[in-house]
């Protein structure tokens, strides 16, 4: 139980307390009025005695009583009725309410800390009232009149007679048969003449007088002159007394007006029924004339048009709630006593005082002497001559009862002069004057008798009272006997159905247990006497079993929870809306936040419920805003009603303050950091053939690496613009800012372009929820051209759009458990700096389903009126986190965030919009494949554009053309077939003979330290105006890799008018090919056998192309043409073809293979480039009829583009450790010599047949060689993976290795080539031996002198050896020394000796080179050429 003011040893002696009777004259009664107060209310104040008291007990011991108090109350002759006692309990305890401001206890029980309320007045003030309301009952003594006050005034005509008159009306009430009502405790009761004198109107000697007549007649222990009404009232305004009444008279008259704050209602139950003002003393407000036997109905009698029933429960009747207002009004700014001084106050005190010391007590002694004495005297006698008076005592008893029948019917009644109920009276007494020992020997005595008897009603009364007395004796000498108490409360509850009895022994006995911290017991006790038949008394006793549960040495925290919900209930059931709602907050503090979800809905529903009812719309709020937000596991009809009520609650709300801040919504979740930023304008779908850029749009999904790549592409064309740096205030550009991105600064954009913003909402419930009317709260603060802030702060969503236009979306429906993103937008027309705070909507849910014809209708037909019957509109604010910092000490140790500046765009001026289109841009493309399309660019804005760049990583890919008109061929070109090509016919005569042209890479974009991947974009005038848009070619080849490809570009572009917080523009676009195989080229290079062109000079090459169809006939192509090889390179051409077979057509079917050899020329001087030229020339060997122009576009375009991508990959080279720099350059001289620089263009045509159409398309292949005898390849190798090997270990050594070329580098110093006729004719038979003239040719291929030994002796001797060679030899001189200038070209001429006809290798002298100027000797044997076969034949 909860803390209490008073202690039980004080609670029990004032519950019960000498009660004492006053009958007023009219007069007497009107004296009092002037007051505002009856008799009995005037001594109310004052009815505890301020001193100890004495009084002789039976065995003439003294015995002192402390802090007596009596109770003195007006004649009430009929009972009380129990509705009205109800109704006044009730009001007792919704008068009560915590104090505002009260200082909680904090209980901290294991994991839980309880902000509970220590005391409950309201229980305290109940428990009060309850005692003070008993009436009064046959079976005990203790609310038994013992006197009576008998009070006229000294103004009457005859005082005395008129003392004599109400003598007979008390004797006339307490001994005529027809009032059972009220109550006396002895036949002889005590009456105590009292005269009230008015000492501001009355006659005091008159007063005196009349007093001393009273002491004749009455002796001076029986009467008393008391003088009131000092002053005047309308006096009352000059001196401030105290006002000692109202205490008592609000406890008595209820008049709150808690009841009544839910508005005028007319009928309800009793429950929180609040009706007639009704006062403990019965008075009405007017006094009533004639004698003063016109006795007053009880207080707490309902009037004649109430229930007539009087059930437990049944409704009582209302006033209407005007005449209550009215009621009240009458009642306040009364004040009490205002006739009154502080010496009438005095004199009260001590008429009390007299009346106790010389009237009450020695009454009550002489009462207990007598009863003392008649007990003794009978004790005396024999048990069976004692049962033998009783029967003479009994008249009424009817013992023939079984004792079935008795104990069904509560036993016996007794008649009034029963000796048993003597022992009952006499202990009565002596506990009303706290003599408990005594008391204790009576009860104990009285209750054995009444068992005997069976008087079961008798029994409990005396075994709760001896209970109470064993308790309260001084020094304890016996433990309080609990089962006493048990047994009173049972018999009363389940024999004598006596509620009231049985509640007065449980909150006694559970006083007297919580004072010996029983607290397990008290708790049972309580809990076992809630009932159905009263919700209050239910409601007050769970909840001091609840604060018993948690006032235990270990509280038990879940206990008192569930007890207070209990409480909770049954005070809403009562209608005591404001405890109910108490207790529920109480128990929310030990369910919250543990898991127990459901019963937290079901506490925060209810909260909400009983704080609407109270109009405490806030809390209603809160509550219900608990139960939609935390993960519910309610059904989706529970969730559907909840949020009904919370949409109402908030209506109600809104309604209150129509005008003031949009409340926060909780529904449906927001996502911040999901909450993504886009600038710009919303890209146009693709139109027929045009396709627009895909730039950036909120579509797309966040990749890191791809951004990456944006970022560097920007970077790299940055830093061309700007001279090969990067400008320190460069960030790259972000279009759409999203969790990844870096969003430290404050983002730009620009005036006139849509601000996007992507909220992220999910909807928690298992019901849809519609919003309406969904758009951005912002704040603008706008800067004047000259960058001044103007101060007006506008923070208006519906507001003039002239600075910002706010998009709004009408209804958004979120379907149940659904995540679902809004894209709103911000039109900013004027500069300045924009805050997006939050979103605002109306929030609403869609009630029930419509169905149109047994067909579902789509969700938005639940709209309309249903839904927005039932919405409310709210705000919901937009707060991101940062990122965390980490870069500090500081940061790193403690948790501090960065801010996150997305939502805060600074407005810039205008700037250039550019818009990219694509026409006729193809999807899948052959690996090499070259196809036109357009480009449209278009200024979408205001302002004019220049510098437009477009970056790429695949420069490969694409070409814009040449830098000059004459190389870019017209669109489209007049050949046929439409190609991409620029060509020219040419006549069927020069077939196998090259085609000259030259062009500079420098034409191309492809200078020397230029970036190839940064290309301008060649517009007229290098500016595009507002509103212009410029058409450009677009050559593509598809990559040589076969799948798919996305291909990234960025357009770069600048304004004219330079603007200082945007330098340029980004357009970005990813473009993605699907590439089929086509074609796989490989060539080889090597020297040729014939030193002689026609120029006379050496060097030629005999290139090798292996062409094969690789196309496995997926793409439709049927078979591919090969139209034209064309070679490029600074210092070779191509001269001719030499392709063995006669046939010109070049054909090659599914995974066909042709071979194409090819002669290769040095450039003659003039047409060789300087070493830092960038001049290239082109050959091109023709194998249909119409030249393709290889050194224009966009031929030479892609060539220049492979050329460069694969100058770009990084070269092996060997790391240098020489120590002589002139080793370093024999060896480069020596590498030359076996390099080439030469590339092949391979040009085809495929055949395709697709729709039953034949499409041609075309396309080139380039192969780079390097290298003589090395294999090269138009697309790239797949690398076999290295097999696992087992590691080793080993401690590397120090030594530099001294770098070498390779033998295969080395063997191609020298080239030689044997001149002799193919066949000679000898007659053999006439000379023996046949001499034949050969001329060796040894040239220098390398740019060094060199010393050459030729070695003519064959080599091995062995039979193989000589059938190889045949049996010949070399005549002359076998070994020759000699040193090649460079590249210079000697003869030796040497003589064959045969001995027979046959065919012979002459190709047998070995030739060693090594370069002059080297001591350490490269000598390394020369490469053989090609067998050099000769015939002898006889003649």
Known sequence: MAQCVQSVQELIPDSFVPCVAALCSDEAERLTRLNHLSFAELLKPFSRLTSEVHMRDPNNQLHVIKNLKIAVSNIITQPPQPGAIRKLLNDVVSGSQPAEGLVANVITAGDYDLNISATTPWFESYRETFLQSMPASDHEFLNHYLACMLVASSSEAEPVEQFSKLSQEQHRIQHNSDYSYPKWFIPNTLKYYVLLHDVSAGDEQR????????????????????????????????????????????????????????????????????????????????????????????????????????????????????????????????????????????????????????????????????????????????????????????????????????????????????????????????????????????????????????AMLYAAGALEMAAVSAFLQPGAPRPYPAHYMDTAIQTYRDICKNMVLAERCVLLSAEILKSQSKYSEAAALLIRLTSEDSDL???????????????????????????????????????????????????????KGKGWSLAEDHINFTIGRQSYTLRQLDNAVSAFRHILINESKQSAAQQGAFLREYLYVYKNVSQLSPDGPLPQLPLPYINSSATRVFFGHDRRPADGEKQAATHVSLDQEYDSESSQQWRELEEQVVAVVNRGVIPSSFHPTQYCLNSYSDNSRFPLAVVEEPVTVEVAFRNPLKVPLLLTDLSLLWKFQPKDSSGKDNEEVKELVTGEPEMIGTEVISEFLINSEESKVARLKLFPHHIGELHILGVVYNLGTIQGCVTVDGIDALPRCHTGKHSLSMSVRGRQDLEIQGPRLNNTKEEKTSIKYGPDRRLDPIIT?????????????????????????????????????????????????????????????????????????????????????????SASSVDFGIGIGSQPEVIPVPLPDTVLLPGASVQLPMWLRGPDEEGVHEINFLFYYESVKKQPKIRHRILRHTAVICTSRSLNVRATVCRSNSLEDEEGRGGNMLVFVDVENTNTSEAGVKEFHIVQVSSSSKHWKLQKSVNLSENKDAKLASREKGKFCFKAIRCKEKEVATQFSEKYTFADIIFGNEQIISSASPCADFFYRSLSSELKKPQAQPSVHAEKQSIEDAVRLIQKCSEVDLNIVVLWKAYVVEDSKQLILEGQHHVILHTIGKEAFSCPQKQEPPEMELLKFFRPENTTVPLRPSVEQLSNLIKMSLHYPESFNHPFHQKSLCLVPVTLLLSNCSKADVDVIVDLRHKTTSPEALEIHGSFTWLGQTQYKLQLKSQEIHSLQLKACFVHTGVYNLGTPRVFAKLSDQVTVFETSQQNSMPALIIINNV
């Open 537 to 591: 008394r239910s409601a007050l006793l769970l909840e001091q079993a609840a604060h018993c549960f948690i006032n235990m040495k270990s509280p038990m925290v879940r206990k008192y929870a569930f007890h207070m919900i209990l409480a909770g209930h049954r005070f809403s059931k009562a209608g005591q809306k404001k405890h109910a709602l108490r207790c529920y907050c109480q128990a929310m503090q030990v369910y």
């Open 909 to 997: 001026e205008e700037m250039p919009l550019l818009e990219v289109f694509f026409i006729h841009f193809p999807t899948g493309l052959l690996c090499g494949e070259i196809r036109k399309a357009y480009v449209e660019f278009v200024n979408v804005s205001k302002c004019p554009l220049t510098g437009l760049k477009v970056v790429s990583k695949r420069p490969e890919f694409f070409t814009f053309g040449g830098n000059t008109a004459v190389l870019t061929p017209l669109s489209p070109s007049a050949s046929e077939n439409c190609s991409a090509y620029k060509t020219v016919v040419t006549d069927s005569t020069s077939v196998c003979t090259a085609l000259i042209s």
């Open 207 to 454: 007063a005196e007088s009349i007093y001393e007549e009273m002491k004749q007649k009455y002796g001076t222990q029986g009467c008393y002159l008391l003088k009131i009404n000092s002053r005047t009232s309308n006096r009352a305004s000059d001196e401030q007394i105290p006002d000692p009444w109202s205490q008592y008279l609000q406890k008595n008259s209820i008049q709150n007006q808690e009841s009544y704050e839910d508005g005028p209602c007319t009928i309800t139950s009793n429950k929180s029924s609040d009706s007639n003002l009704l006062s403990l003393d019965g008075l009405d407000n007017e006094v009533k004339d004639g004698l003063p036997n016109n006795f007053r109905a009880h207080p707490l009698q309902l009037d004649s048009s109430s229930d007539p029933s009087n059930s437990i429960d049944g409704p009582d009747h209302v006033k209407s709630a005007s005449s209550l207002h009215e009621t009240k009004k009458a009642n306040t700014g009364i004040i009490h006593g205002a006739c009154l001084t502080l010496t009438d106050h005095d004199r009260i005190r001590q008429f009390i005082q007299e009346f106790t010391f010389r009237g009450l007590l020695p009454h009550i002694e002489k009462t207990i002497r007598q009863l003392n004495d008649q007990l003794i005297s009978r004790k005396g006698l024999s048990r069976s001559l004692f049962s033998a008076t009783k029967k003479w005592f009994s008249g009424s008893k009817v013992p023939e009862k079984s004792i079935n029948e008795l104990k069904n019917t509560s036993g016996l009644l007794y008649p009034p002069e029963a000796p048993e109920l003597q022992i009952r009276k006499m202990a009565d007494l002596c506990f009303l004057v706290q003599h408990y020992d005594l008391a204790y020997s009576c009860y104990h005595t009285a209750k054995k008798d009444f068992l005997n008897d069976q």
